[in-house]
C-alpha cells in the first residue's frame, strides 16, 4: 500500500491545489483502508485512488469556501519539481499556470477533466471511479474544456531558466534596462499573504508598475537573503531563504516568448510548509 502514496498524492494534489491538504487526505485514506475487510478489495490500487479523489473532491468543496472570503489573491501551494533524480510521480504534477486555470473549474469538472486529459482515464472508467454516469463524464469534460479554452496555458521551456538568471542578475545588479527587456508590456504580478504576511492584495499590471514593485522589494528587503533558483510545478522560480534556513516567498515565473509575463508571490507560511519539508538537494548564494 505504501508503494502508491507518491501517485496518490499526485491525485489529491492537482485536485486541491494545496500540498499539505494533500498529504492530509492521503493519510486519511490509508487510515481509513486499513479499517476494511481486504477480501472486499480485489484491486488495491484503483480502490486507493477511488478514495483519494473522492475524498479530495469533497475537500476542495470546502476549501474553495475559504477561498471565497481569501484576504488575498488564492494561488496554489507550491511544489518543487527540481530533482538531482527525478520521480516518476512528479510527471502528473501540473505546472503552475495550468493549476492556477483549473481554479475557473467547478469542483467535479476538474475532477473529470484531471481523470481524462492527465491521467487518460476512458469515461466509464471515470465514472466508476466518481459514481457518474459515462454521459454525465463527457458532459463534465465538454464544459471543463469551454471554459478553459479562451486562456490556454503558457507551457515552460527550459531556455527560461537561463532567462530567470538574468533577471535576479539585473535585480541584484539594480540594471533597470536590462529587467525591462526581460518583461512583456502588460505583465503581471500578484501575491499571497494569506492575510498572516504584508502583500499586495490586488495583481499589479504593467511594465512600469511592477518594475518599481520588483526593484522596491529587493532594495528594502532581499539583498542579504539567500535566493534559490529551482522549479517549482514544473516552473522556473526563485526561494527566498532567511538566514535560518526559512523560506520566507516563493517566487513563480511564466514566460512567453522568453520574456516574463507573469510572476506570482507565494508568502502565505501555511503555503511554505511543504517547501520547508522538501528541500531542494542543494542550496547556494546567488
Not at 478489495?41 to 474553495?64: G, H, P, T, W
Request: aromatic share 8%; charged share 25%; with cysteine.
Amino acid at each position: 500500500m505504501e508503494q502508491y502514496r507518491p501517485l496518490l498524492f499526485t491525485y489529491a494534489y492537482n485536485i486541491l491545489g494545496t500540498a499539505m491538504d494533500a498529504e492530509d487526505v492521503v493519510q486519511d485514506v490509508f487510515e481509513k483502508f486499513l479499517t476494511l475487510e481486504k477480501g472486499l478489495v480485489q484491486n488495491e490500487k484503483s480502490y486507493l485512488v477511488r478514495m483519494v479523489v473522492n475524498r479530495a473532491i469533497d475537500q476542495k468543496k470546502k476549501l474553495n469556501q475559504t477561498i471565497a472570503s481569501y484576504p488575498h489573491e488564492w494561488l496554489p501551494e507550491p511544489i518543487i519539481t527540481d530533482t538531482a533524480v527525478p520521480e516518476p510521480s512528479q510527471e502528473h504534477i501540473l505546472h503552475y499556470s495550468m493549476m492556477l486555470l483549473l481554479e475557473r473549474l467547478e469542483v467535479r469538472q476538474r475532477a473529470v477533466f484531471l481523470l481524462k486529459e492527465v491521467f487518460g482515464y476512458s469515461h466509464r472508467n471515470i465514472s466508476k471511479t466518481l459514481g457518474i454516469t459515462p454521459e454525465v463524464s463527457r458532459q463534465s469534460l465538454s464544459r471543463a474544456r469551454k471554459r478553459l479554452q479562451d486562456a490556454p496555458p503558457i507551457q515552460p521551456s527550459h531556455s527560461d531558466e537561463s532567462r530567470l538568471k538574468e533577471y535576479l542578475s539585473a535585480i541584484q545588479n539594480a540594471d533597470a534596462e536590462r529587467l525591462e527587456q526581460l518583461l512583456v508590456k502588460d505583465i503581471s504580478l500578484a501575491s499571497d499573504g494569506g492575510g498572516k504576511v504584508p502583500a499586495g492584495t490586488k495583481t499589479l499590471y504593467g511594465k512600469e508598475r511592477v518594475m518599481a514593485m520588483l526593484q522596491g522589494l529587493y532594495k528594502k528587503f532581499y539583498q542579504d537573503i539567500t535566493i534559490q533558483q529551482t522549479t517549482i510545478n514544473h516552473t522556473p522560480a526563485l526561494l527566498y531563504i532567511s538566514p535560518i534556513g526559512k523560506v520566507i516567498n516563493c517566487q513563480v515565473f511564466v514566460f512567453d516568448n522568453h520574456q516574463i509575463a507573469r510572476i506570482f508571490f507565494i508568502r502565505n507560511p501555511d503555503k511554505l510548509i511543504f517547501l520547508q519539508k522538501k528541500p531542494p538537494f542543494m542550496s547556494h548564494n546567488q
